[in-house]
């Protein structure tokens, strides 16, 4: 792992001399997962893209989270991109893909020209950006393709929510980050918790879901977006709406990881109009929960099957 930092250290060093991000490198081999490689100019790409879409300058304080990031995100894209390949026609939707694109240009404070100008102005092609984004969505294709199966909702309890809802006078969303962190054995449960809250309150939230975080929304700083309460699952919904905006939530305990939540802001929605396209709208998020969960399992299983080895 030492030799592994120095390497990032020296091809960082000489890619962020200047502000800009500008600069040219000579190109070695990083690391091999499986049977591809991982280039410096890999690693030097997807920091380039993590400021980009974050909308942050290089600093030396960030230098650290932003090689671990850098690191962790291309290899986990890489075991994505080996499974993909061991499948036919997985396919994605290219509304999915312009949505992705629209929130990415939105995170980076840009419109989406704008966010091709930035990355042809660091040496990113915006095809390597939107190859990226491909990946992702045909991974979330092959997990429901996989899992669909066991996909199943209990439509009383949705039932239940939306009567719930109905008799509230007003209905919050709620501006939502997450991180999670794999599960631990009971008597290491609250050493863990305790760590990961001092980490928080040390280096901020953004920063430790980039660093320490399991899921895909760590690239985002765990960021959620905006989530209004009947979409919210019945075993987080308490813990959120009892947080005040800028705190931390308790963890929530799921086989698959703890989860912690920062809810950042909250505002009042609308009531509910259509019920039936509200039902719909939490049958799909409660889907959509569920894949999450199996695809960090399925991932996880992956990771511990594929050979990585860094140069």
Avoid: C
């Avoid at 209990?154 to 008799?167: A, C, F, W």
């Amino acid at each position: 792992m030492n030799n592994l930092k120095k390497i990032i250290l020296i091809v960082i060093t000489s890619i962020f001399i200047s502000s800009n991000l500008h600069g040219e490198i000579n190109d070695g081999l990083f690391a091999t997962v499986g049977n591809k490689a991982i280039t410096e100019s890999d690693i030097v790409k997807e920091i380039k893209t993590i400021l980009i879409l974050s909308d942050q300058p290089y600093s030396i304080e960030k230098r650290e989270m932003l090689q671990s990031v850098a690191v962790r995100e291309s290899v986990k894209r890489t075991i994505k991109k080996i499974e993909i390949e061991k499948y036919n026609n997985i396919s994605y939707n290219e509304a999915d893909l312009s949505k992705e694109l629209i929130f990415l240009a939105e995170k980076a404070n840009a419109d989406i020209e704008t966010l091709k100008i930035k990355f042809a102005q660091n040496g990113i092609t915006f095809s390597d950006v939107i190859e990226n984004i491909k990946i992702e969505l045909k991974w979330n294709s092959l997990i429901f393709q996989i899992y669909k199966n066991r996909l199943n909702i209990n439509l009383d309890e949705v039932d239940e929510q939306l009567g719930n809802l109905n008799d509230k006078k007003d209905i919050k969303e709620y501006l939502i980050s997450e991180i999670i962190i794999k599960p631990v054995s009971n008597d290491e449960l609250d050493s863990e918790i305790n760590k990961i809250k001092e980490e928080i309150k040390s280096y901020g939230f953004e920063k430790v879901a980039m660093e320490k975080s399991i899921s895909d929304s760590s690239i985002k700083g765990g960021d959620l977006g905006w989530i209004s309460q009947n979409l919210i699952s019945k075993e987080f919904e308490s813990k959120i709406i009892n947080t005040p905006i800028g705190e931390i939530s308790d963890p929530v305990l799921l086989p698959e990881g703890i989860v912690f939540f920062k809810v950042r802001d909250k505002r009042d929605l609308n009531e509910i109009a259509d019920f039936e396209e509200a039902k719909k709208e939490i049958i799909n998020s409660e889907k959509r929960k569920i894949l999450n969960m199996y695809s960090l399992s399925h991932y996880d299983t992956l990771r511990r099957t594929i050979a990585i080895n860094y140069y």
